[in-house]
């Protein structure tokens, strides 16, 4: 088991986070982890995205007419 240290919204503090046996296969990358003080778990993962191309985002400028 892997072991970090973050902080814990139940325990109010920064408190070591352990990775429990993945049943995944992931091993010590595992995405899972539990407060070794109170039991709470968290997921730490990221999301892979592709942003918006800008031009797609773009608008024309508006056209005014004189008065």
Known sequence: MSERELYCDTCGGV???ETPPCADGHGADCPE????????AVLIATVPFRPARLAA??????????A
């Open 15 to 17: 408190v070591p986070f």
């Open 33 to 40: 982890l539990a407060c070794t003080g109170c039991g709470t």
């Open 57 to 66: 985002r773009r608008r024309p400028p508006a056209h005014r007419h004189a």
